[in-house]
């Protein structure tokens, strides 16, 4: 028997009131996994003044981790070195203002006199050990530093297109291999671990007592030598090497996955490596393609490393520290003042580390 026009609009209603019954258990029964509870800390960089809409972005998804280097101006202050400890505590409390919570110092006083072993370098390391004690103080417990003087994180362009029309950094040795020296000279290898040395002797003694951990970061690009200045921290051996020559656990490193990939390292076996020594204390989550010869930033989604099997790993070796998406693409709309850290670009890796997080997580319950 046909359906009557009055019988037709009681199961339209009967099916309606189902429909909007089921739709609340369905959302209740998705439950995902709360940052608070995630081992590891999310975090968002700010290195260019107290952006307030980055820091609305990173409340509203959830990400209250902070990173970011000591700055008088940062804090709001109009005087004061950023190594003193009302500076450290100033900035603390403003991040706080913000909802957030300063986990890594990324970005240290100048160290080139220390990393090429000149006259002042002592007086570098005095104000170097007054931020490690300040820091300490805070509860501000890791600092992200790295062995690259005069010529830091470096790159042939800084608008190269990728997918889409975004824009990425890049970088081809040959047009940096012929460049003159710096005013400084030459500096060989032996003189650089020479010089680290006599840092490490200097600060990590300090660093134990305060209860703070030095996370070195891996030079990048990793080559040999720029305008004669030898790079040693350019390969997972180094690190190795780094960590023997200072065995405490206030010395480890900064994971920067991009850097080590450019090095061509397999990125799950040095997460292996370093992680079940506890070694590594801060991660840089990024990719790359190419060599480090020939190599361009690359979206999270379209480098040369399986990002869920790198974040499999940092779960199954513990990994409980700090990470935060580094060197993002500039994505329409939005500006390449600072390349490698634009707004909009650090919102897209954001919620790609969030959706691998949950994944990798919920594989394990």
Same mark, same amino acid.
């Given at each position: 028997m046909k359906d009557t026009r009055r019988d037709f609009i009681k199961k339209g209603a009967a099916l309606s009131a189902l429909s909007t019954f089921s739709i609340p258990n369905i959302a209740k029964s998705r439950t995902p996994i709360p940052l608070e509870d995630a081992p590891i800390q999310l975090c968002m960089a700010y290195f260019f003044g107290f952006e307030k809409l980055k820091m609305e972005y990173s409340r509203q998804m959830g990400v209250t981790g902070a990173?970011?280097?000591?700055?008088?101006?940062?804090?709001?202050?109009?005087?004061?070195?950023?190594?003193?400890?009302?500076?450290?505590? @100033?900035?603390?409390? #403003?991040? /706080?203002?913000?909802g957030l919570e300063w986990k890594v110092?990324?970005?240290? =006083?100048?160290?080139?006199?220390?990393?090429l072993g000149l006259p002042g370098r002592d007086e570098e390391l005095e104000k170097f050990i007054k931020l490690i004690k300040g820091l300490g103080e805070i509860d501000v417990n890791i600092i992200c530093h790295n062995w690259m003087p005069v010529i830091s994180w470096h790159r042939s362009k800084v608008d190269t297109l990728s997918r889409g029309g975004a824009l990425v950094s890049s970088f081809k040795y040959d047009d940096v291999k012929d460049q003159p020296l710096t005013e400084f000279g030459d500096f060989s290898e032996e003189q650089m671990w020479d010089n680290m040395e006599y840092f490490l002797k200097a600060v990590i003694p300090e660093a134990e007592k305060a209860g703070v951990k030095l996370a070195l970061h891996p030079d990048d690009p990793p080559v040999p030598k720029i305008r004669?200045? @030898?790079?040693?921290? #350019?390969? /997972?051996?180094?690190?190795?090497?780094?960590?023997?020559?200072?065995?405490? =656990?206030?010395?480890?490193?900064?994971?920067?996955?991009?850097?080590?990939?450019?090095?061509?390292?397999?990125?799950?076996?040095?997460?292996?490596?370093?992680?079940?020594?506890?070694?590594?204390?801060?991660?840089?989550?990024?990719?790359?393609?190419?060599?480090?010869?020939?190599?361009?930033e690359a979206f999270h989604d379209d480098g040369i490393t399986d990002m869920?099997?790198?974040?499999?790993?940092?779960?199954?070796?513990?990994?409980?520290?700090?990470?935060?998406?580094?060197?993002?693409?500039?994505?329409?709309n939005d500006s390449n003042e600072h390349p490698g850290y634009s707004t909009i670009g650090f919102i897209y890796a954001l919620g790609y580390i969030k959706g691998l997080m949950e994944a990798v997580h919920k594989s394990q319950v």
């Open positions: 990173v970011g280097s000591a700055s008088r101006f940062m804090a709001g202050l109009q005087e004061g070195n950023a190594w003193d400890l009302k500076v450290l505590r @100033a900035l603390k409390e #403003r991040y /706080a203002s913000e110092c990324e970005g240290t =006083p100048p160290l080139d006199k220390t990393k004669g200045i @030898a790079r040693i921290m #350019r390969k /997972a051996d180094a690190f190795k090497k780094l960590i023997d020559l200072y065995p405490s =656990p206030s010395n480890g490193l900064t994971l920067c996955q991009g850097t080590f990939a450019t090095m061509g390292e397999d990125i799950p076996e040095v997460i292996r490596y370093f992680g079940k020594r506890e070694k590594i204390f801060f991660v840089h989550f990024r990719d790359i393609k190419g060599t480090k010869w020939d190599f361009e869920h099997k790198a974040m499999q790993e940092y779960y199954n070796v513990g990994y409980k520290g700090p990470m935060r998406p580094d060197h993002v693409p500039t994505m329409a």
